[in-house]
């Protein structure tokens, strides 16, 4: 900021002195007594509305990022709550209060309704219940049969039904046929659904006698046939036999029998007859859980009310009520408990960013006090020889910044509130939305604060005592202080704990703040080493670069050697930012791959083609069409069969069976390779000779095999029968495996197919980028319509892993940070360029006068701009470089990457890596960025005339 002219600088006499560079005269002030003062806000504002324009703009940015931070936090885990409980089996998303019921006992339906809202009442909060989806009723607890000759028998067994009375049936289901059932205690009437009617030749009329306890059968009369309204929600889906009849195979492994499962819907008010049922009645009320209302904050609060509905307080009071045997069972706390687990995972990864883009925003907010101090500093340092106080020159400048960061911070949090609302929540406020708000006031307050005090406190720290005008200060003439070495020393020791904590428990306690800063720490520890390091390689390039043809050379070598000191920010802000991208970077790539690896892994290749039932044989032609499929590179036709019994070494072990494969070994070795699914040399799986249908019989055949673990351990190294419908043969494990890509499961055995009896072809993996759409065609051209068939593709496997709110939340604000930590950095050498920007105009133009020509002025300027944003780059990609293998131990992706735990089975676990572009890109664009901006500023700056900065006693 220029000074301010003399006639409105009369506030300055309470500060100690007038800013003008002689004193007002007395004789003019007495001549005019009553003359109106200028504000000295006002007039500092009024002089340089171009700067406070610019911090307004800083601090509204910055405060807009800081209030958006919690509340985009609280959105993406409030979601990913309610995504959990939305997305769970309907048989997890309830609450069951149950009472048993004694034989002949009766209970009245209004009762039930009236204990419906009583027990509704005690459930603690935040547990909130669907009102339009609970059921109360009473039930059978095993199935009942079906006595009727009509009454369908699949392989002569006869139809159990599960009989339950609901409430509130017509509101659920549509009439197709007859009346809503009635009845009473004495005289049963039910209705079913369509589709059990159909499955069971059921009509509105029919008579169902199932057993009673007395020996004399229990008739129930079907007054009705209905439709469900929305079957996939909790009234239906809890108990699917209610809705879909199932036809099911009895657990005989002798003998294959199947039997029809169905279900009858009793009217309330004939509930009391199956107390004279065989079936175990018992009485229900079924809670399903509303999450519209819950946010990220009801997690834990959640979980302990789960717990106290387990065993604490809450059930005895439910006792009250049912009586002293009701019980209460859920799976909520299951899946209330894995979601927190992996909130409690994903938080401090994420913290990480937010602790970097955090610090960049500080040292970026500094270098903006930096800025102004300096251009003042002429007429602070007068001030101070005038005998101005400090309290004084402190409160003047508080008042500057503070009118000016105030109002854009509150802007900023305005934007914030209006920008980010969260989820939407029945009765949350219009205005600021369901995310919480004082952690977004909170942060916009801390950002004004931050922006108010850093002129100030910079200043008062810097003329705490008067100093010589024009003295030099370079970072080679700089002194080591001693808070310098304190200030250094303190860093190094808290980045050695945050990198020793971090490896040694990981992070397991989200609210461990050091350990996620750890890659902030480590890049503060390079800034520091390269202040020390900077100047020592740019004098030793200086002496060589003396015997070059021209001055340019090294001139700007000697001036990048003598930068200024306060260049120490903006080297600290390129650092901080590189290895906060370098980190993020690492993250997202760790993320990306495990995902990939995950659907490899689930897939077996880039896509698999089998059938729906297993052992399905493929149709001939098949791996032809498959083949000649868009985009397939391979395919690789395999034998599966699954269920094989596996010898038992001991009497007493239990029976064990697993999936039998038969391959080509050559073909497969190279996918195992490919894929890093199990890789093995093919010649283990060297064929004996034996195979096809001239063995059968040959029993002594001893087949080289590949085996899980467990598998091999069977075995016990020695030679074992196997009777299969591919052979009989004996099979000798040759090499053990954890996974292998024909198979999902952890057991399994890969023998040659050429050695087999019976060749069939019942899956193909497929290799390449196969066309999905051209994929499934050919495979339908050989099977026909009949959809026995499947085709799984890894690109699709893998987008099952990103389906959590939670994850892809987190995901999104990770980028979203490391690109605020790029544009702070922008913004970074912007400001070091436009601080030296008047000095360096000072240099060219002298220069120009002892002929440097126009053209070697830019380039003066352009080079002496490079070295040290190189070695900002420098620094940054080897922090970035040396924090990931530091940390790396301590990290596990696998939550981050993967969204449910079957996905990422095979994966036991997800480390980081170093991301190779993550270095590279970020510290080439910060030399490139720098190397523009100095290039733009040196043709600005050689555009000007040259008298403004040659004037006789400048200040400069």
Partial sequence: MSDVPREESRPMQSAGASPDHRPAPAAESEKAPGRAVAPWVRTRLRAAPGAAAGLALLVFVTALLAAALPRVVDSYETEGLRHALRTAPAH?????????????????????REE????????????????????????????VVGLDPWLPKPDGEPVEFFAASVSDLPAHAELRGGRMPAGTPKKAEA???????????????????????????IAVTVTGVVEPHDPQRSYWAVSPLLRTPSLTMKPDPMQTTYYWEAGLLLSPASGSVLTSTTGVPEVYWRYPVSADRLAARDGEPLAAALDSLAGGPVLAAVREVTGPTGLISTELDEVVAAQLASRAAISPVVAVAVFGIGAVAVVVVAMTGGLFLARRDAELTLLRARGASLTGIGLRLLGETSVVAGPAAALGLVAAVALVRGPDTPGAPALTGSAPLLPAVLAAVLVALVAALVLPVRAVLRHRAPR???????????????????????????????????RLRGTSDSGDHLVSAAPVLVGVLAAFALVRFQPLPLRWLARPARRLRGAVGPLALARAGRASATGVLPLLALVLALTTAAFGGSVLAGVTDARDRAAILATGAEAR???????????????????????????????????????????????????????????YAKLARRTGNGAFPPGLLATTGKGGPEAVGDTDRVLPALASPSVAARF?????????????????????????PAVRGEDFLVVNAADVTNRRQTAVLVGGAPDAKALRAAVAGKSGKSGDFTVTLASETREAYVDSPLQSGAETLYAAAIGAGAAYAVVAVLLSLTQSGPERAVLLSRLRTMGLTRRQGRRLLGLEALPPAVFAALGGALAGWATVPLLAPGIDLRLLALATAEGGAALAGVPLRVDPWSLVLPAVAVVLLTGTAAAVQAWWTGRKSSVKELRAGDAR
């Fill in 716 to 740: 016990a190294g020695r030679p074992a029968l196997l009777n299969t419908a591919t052979g009989s043969f004996h099979v000798k494990v040759v090499a053990v495996r954890d996974s292998t």
């Fill in 468 to 502: 010589v005008h024009g003295a030099r200060e370079d970072m080679i003439d700089a002194k080591t202080s001693r808070r310098r070495t304190v200030v250094e020393l303190t860093a190094l020791v808290l980045a050695a704990a945050a990198i020793a904590s971090l």
């Fill in 609 to 667: 083609v089998e059938g729906r039932t297993e052992g399905l044989l493929l149709p001939p032609g098949t791996v032809e069409a498959v083949r000649g499929a868009k985009g397939v590179r391979e395919a690789l036709p395999v034998q599966i069969e699954y269920g094989v019994s596996l010898p038992s070494p001991g009497s007493a072990d239990s029976p064990m069976s697993a999936p039998l494969v038969a391959v080509d070994p050559a073909a």
């Fill in 191 to 217: 209705a079913v659904t369509a589709a059990t009617a159909k499955a069971l030749g059921i009509e509105v009329g029919s008579v169902v006698h199932v057993p009673g306890i007395g020996g004399d059968p």
């Fill in 116 to 143: 419906q809202e009583e027990l509704r009442a005690l459930l603690p909060a935040p547990l909130a219940t669907d009102r339009g989806q609970t059921v109360h009723g009473m039930r059978t607890t095993t199935r």
């Fill in 92 to 112: 997890r998303a309830v609450l069951e209060i149950t009472d048993p019921l004694p034989p002949a006992a009766s209970r009245e339906p209004e009762g039930l």
